[in-house]
């Protein structure tokens, strides 16, 4: 084939045995298919034959051959996130199979490691050595679990997790056979050693839970740990007193050979392993699919091996809380050496009931499940996400204070005349405290370090079992002074938990992997698109998040916050308020004295070019006097185009929210209305080209002619009188060019300049978007106003070819703006959902989705929205369903969308749903998909660019797919119009041509010749309309054409 192979197709891919063979390509084949540096080697494997990349110099003759991948599809991820083979998918009971043979594993391997702390003695004794080096038989066994980890961690990732399970524990097995027979078989280094490789073959567990499900499974999975070690000098107590101590290691290899089969009938769990053996099982049936190349085995060795000690060194919080798990770990291994000498020796206990006291430790760790589960995850779980990682931290509060506690009782009471309940009460404190602070501390370090929590994990693992094989400090002769230095070191740490409540997020912001986590698990963003602005660089580069406070330098007094929000910087003063254009290119004094004056210059003119004076010269005291009181410029308005099927009278460039709104004095109700509205500035005018002075002129002339109309109905109104003040108000809004507050829908207003609405859906909608910009009975506020990405029309003849294009339902509901405090209209105006409904949504990003009861119940919809007083209404009827965020507008769509998963995924808000995307295959796909949706009731589709940006405007990034129905209506009347279709004709009076005899109106469609010169009353016209509603009238119906005849 004579093909070439691109850089991204050079991945693994099975060719079935039918393919050429190595001996059947020619040198001269091969001569011929050399354009370029690589191509692909053929090697055999138990599929078939498999492609891998190869320099062209280091190329066999007759084993090559250049393969054509056009046409193969690249399986990266499961289908959904409810995709069966994702084992997060599954039912509970077969993760809870997972989870009980992971923990099972766990508890069998740290019995191992305490199973001999009772019989030290008498391995001493038997080696001819000292006991302190016969408990390097336990202290090595412990290294081992801390080494095992990082080792099989990378292998897994090679070779599945079940593999490494099924090899890891055969090999556990063979080496507990060394070490039960003892000596004269084995000597003291040789036993040394296999207690060493025992440690070494653990492993870790599967993630088979989503991250809100996964506190219990983890508890489940440490407790196992901790009860693991606690429970191995019972079992040792019991063997010892009636079978030599190589019965004790017997014991350990008998539950894991009976643990073995268990672990032979477990699923995958890894991704990677799950998805190769199903596109290898799909290759074999025909099917063009491929897997990408895994990363080499030695480099995964090499970062498995490395960054663990990277992290500890150059990141504080892997270090400070690697060091305090342990210190935990030191305790209860210490405990583990200890406890039998101390209840034997001052007790009189038997060597049986010298082990008992280790019973209260598993009880303070069984305690520990219920208290962390039903007291301290909900405090987790029920704040507003998403949450930062300090969250974690209130948790590990009293099980430190408990550990400082425990410490100290049994230091001062163990072997003083006290009763031996007493330390064994401390004893249980202490089983409470460790496993308390276990828990949060490793989730608190994970979610700080979600890029590289594995590497973190590997980190901690090795410095807690490092400490924890350092147990020897509680001599025999010094137990109370031992343990008071104990409960010490305990007290100084305790105050740190505190400490990173108050200042984690500040020591993130600094750390090299942390700063990725400023809130919750996001991608690492690839670079910082305000470090560096056409070659200059800013004095100062604020992190996302970052807040700095500047003192005003007219008023000494007067502090102003200086905030980095994701693409761009704000201030609170008011010289960033009043400046014009997007919030992302706007400056004042105080940006510019913080970050520089070329950068800003350089910033504000990519963002915002039209705030720039001519030329780049300086603003001057000419310029300062044109601006207004409420702002630089007021922001020129375009005329909305005539066949713009919206038919929205005006709409801004660059209508910006503002993020810190202007307080207003307190006034009377009418000036209060008044000074709501922006002062007229012409200052603009003198910039302005010829054609642009023709188009305001058109405006103000149309203004003018409202003006005059308003003033004498104003004048009626009065009999003579001054005018009414609502009147006046009227009067300049039209002067000033801002919108007529729109009335309650109570009013059932006729429909303005913003196109008709059906009479009996009192709505207030924008026809182009159709029901998506619905509009609560409030009048609308620019200041709230979102600036939202509005999709065009895809042409199913000659439009956009969507293959790979991401495709979802189009809801039938109302477009609601989530802006980190309340929910919004495009128009700025408020819903008015219930405080429960909202009380954990996330505050420091915006959410885009819809507010719908299901599909068809739009008009309940509405009726449940605009109602004020309906909290009832929402239980179990209103659902949000969210599509995209807006704040994270620079990310790409699937990096928006993976961050939109992991946000709901840990929300759990029963009514928030996510629209599950769906990669579009051809253009078949969506015909075909729109079809089905249509068929059940749906609204139509939505389609969305791969890769896009969110871009606040109408963007052909975004395309809806609708199926619309046309039929034909008699023209009975004509409807004025307003704004600017003043003086002409705004909507079609029409009546259906059917038996009903239905009356609605018709504006969406009308050019302006068909305005000016509407069909006469009697005519017959064609529109299209999107379907009935409840009460037989056309929704969103729109003027086609006059129909043929007429």
């Known amino acids: 084939m004579n093909s070439t192979l691109s850089l991204e197709s050079m991945v693994d891919v099975d060719i079935s045995s039918s393919g050429p063979r190595p001996s059947d390509i020619s040198s001269s084949q091969i001569e011929g298919n050399l354009p370029t540096r690589y191509l692909t080697a053929l090697k055999k494997d138990a599929v078939g034959y498999s492609t891998r990349p190869i320099l062209r110099e280091h190329l066999p003759q007759g084993e090559l051959v250049d393969i054509h991948l056009q046409g193969f599809t690249t399986v990266k991820d499961y289908d959904s996130p409810h995709d069966p083979r994702n084992p997060q998918s599954w039912s509970k009971r077969k993760k809870w199979y997972c989870i009980f043979v992971i923990g099972m594993m766990c508890f069998i391997n740290n019995v191992g490691a305490s199973v001999i702390s009772l019989a030290l003695l008498m391995i001493a004794e038997d080696f001819n050595t000292s006991r302190t080096v016969a408990t390097l038989g336990l202290s090595l066994y412990v290294f081992g679990l801390g080494i095992g980890p990082m080792l099989s961690a990378p292998l897994s990732e090679q070779f599945g997790r079940k593999k490494i399970y099924k090899v890891s524990y055969t090999m556990f097995l063979f080496v507990q056979l060394p070490t039960a027979l003892g000596p004269p078989n084995v000597n003291l280094g040789a036993w040394l050693f296999f207690r060493l490789m025992g440690g070494v073959f653990a492993s870790p567990g599967p993630a ?372 014009g254009g997007p919030v992302n290119g706007r400056t004042c004094k105080h940006l510019k004295s913080l970050l ?128 009414p003040p609502s009147s006046m108000a009227k009067v300049k809004r039209t002067i000033t060019g801002k919108a007529p507050r729109r009335k309650p829908a109570s009013d059932n207003d006729d429909e303005g300049e913003d196109g008709p609405s059906n009479s009996n859906d009192s709505a207030d909608v924008d026809e182009d978007e159709d029901d998506e910009d619905l509009e609560a009975p409030q009048p609308p506020n620019s200041k709230l106003r979102p600036q939202l990405l509005l999709a065009e029309k895809w042409d199913q003849q000659d439009g956009i070819d969507p293959t790979n294009w991401w495709m979802s339902e189009k809801l039938d509901g109302v477009r609601a703006y989530w802006n980190g405090s309340t929910f919004l209209s495009r128009e700025g105006n408020k819903f008015y959902a219930p405080d429960w409904f909202t009380r954990k949504f996330p505050t420091d990003v915006t959410l885009d989705g819809e507010l719908t009861c299901g599909r068809g119940r739009f008009i309940d919809t509405v009726s449940i929205v605009k109602t004020a007083n309906a909290a009832d209404r929402w239980k179990f009827s209103v659902e949000y369903h969210v599509f995209d965020v807006p704040s994270l507008g620079n990310q790409r769509f699937e990096d928006r969308q993976e961050y939109l998963r992991k946000l709901l995924d840990r929300s759990r808000i029963r009514w928030v749903k996510h629209v599950e995307q769906t990669q579009v295959k051809d253009k078949d796909h969506v015909l075909e998909e729109l079809e089905r949706i249509t068929d059940v009731g749906g609204e139509g589709l939505m389609l969305r660019e791969p890769r896009s940006r969110y871009v606040q405007k109408r963007s052909r990034t975004c395309l809806k797919v609708k199926t619309f129905h046309d039929a034909e209506a008699k023209v009975i009347g004509h409807e004025p119009g307003k704004g600017r279709n003043l003086g002409r004709c705004g909507a079609l009076r029409c009546e259906m041509m059917d038996a009903s005899a239905k009356k609605f109106k018709v504006g969406t469609g009308l050019d302006d010749k068909m305005r000016k010169d509407p069909p006469k009353v009697g005519t017959i016209i064609t529109y299209r309309y999107f379907e009935l509603t409840k009460d037989g009238v056309p929704r969103f119906p729109s003027f086609m054409r006059v129909f043929k005849g007429h």
Request: aromatic share 12%; with cysteine.
């Open 208 to 579: 088979v839970f989503p991250a809100p499900a996964r506190a219990l499974p983890m508890l489940v999975f440490v407790a196992s740990a901790f009860s693991g070690a606690a429970f191995g000098p019972v079992l040792s107590g019991i063997i010892i007193s009636h079978h030599d101590w190589c019965w004790t290691l017997w014991v350990t290899m008998i539950l894991s050979a009976c643990l073995f089969p268990f672990i032979y009938f477990m699923p995958e769990t890894y991704q990677s392993t799950i998805l190769d053996k199903d596109v290898q099982n799909r290759q074999l049936h025909g099917e063009r699919v491929l897997r990408p190349d895994k990363e080499k085995l030695e480099k995964s060795l090499w970062f498995a091996l490395s960054r663990p000690v990277t992290l500890l060194v150059t990141e504080p919080i892997v270090l400070l809380f690697s060091i305090y798990s342990g210190f935990v770990y030191m305790l209860l291994y210490g405990f583990t050496s200890s406890l039998p000498y101390i209840f034997s020796t001052v007790y009189s206990f038997s060597t049986v009931q010298s082990g008992l006291p280790f019973l209260a430790i598993c009880l303070g760790i069984t305690l520990t499940v219920p208290i962390y589960l039903f007291f301290f995850e909900p405090l987790y779980t029920q704040r507003p996400f998403p949450v930062p990682p300090e969250a974690r931290l209130p948790s590990m509060v009293p099980p430190a204070i408990a550990m400082v506690v425990a410490l100290f009782l049994f230091a001062w009471t163990a072997g003083l005349g006290v009763h031996w309940a007493v330390p064994i009460i401390a004893v249980c404190i202490f089983g409470y405290a460790a496993l308390g602070l276990f828990v949060p501390h490793i989730a608190y370090i994970t979610d700080c370090y979600p890029i590289v929590a594995a590497s973190v994990s590997g980190a901690n693992g090795l410095l807690r079992y490092t400490m924890g094989c350092m147990f020897p400090l509680i001599s025999r002769t010094s137990v109370k002074w031992s343990m008071t230095i104990l409960g010490g070191i305990a007290a100084l740490m305790l105050p740190l938990p505190l400490i990173f409540m108050r200042y984690g997020a500040l020591i993130r912001q600094h750390g090299k992997f942390s700063r990725y986590a400023l809130c919750i698990e996001v991608e690492m963003p690839e670079h910082d698109e305000l470090a560096e602005i056409n070659g200059v660089r800013p004095k100062v580069l604020l992190k996302d998040g970052e807040v700095r406070d500047v003192k005003s330098e007219s008023q000494g007094s007067t502090r102003y916050t200086i905030k980095r929000t994701y693409d761009h910087f704000y201030c609170t003063c008011p010289g960033w308020r009043i400046n």
């Open 596 to 723: 520089g004056e070329a950068y800003e210059r350089e910033r504000v003119e990519q963002h915002n070019p039209s705030a720039l004076p001519a030329g780049g010269r300086k603003s001057t005291a000419t310029d300062k006097k044109k601006r207004t009181a409420t702002g630089n410029v007021r922001d020129r308005k375009r005329k909305a185009s005539d066949n713009d099927e919206d038919d929205d009278a005006w709409k801004t460039e660059s209508d910006e929210a503002e993020e810190q709104p202007r307080r207003k004095p307190k006034r009377s109700k009418v000036k209060e209305e008044e000074s709501e509205e922006e002062e007229l500035s012409f200052s603009e005018l003198d910039t302005m080209d010829e054609e642009q002075l023709r188009a305001e002129k058109s405006i103000m002339m149309k203004r003018l002619e409202k003006v005059i109309t308003l003033l004498a109905e104003a004048k009626s109104k009065g009999k003579g009188r001054a005018a």
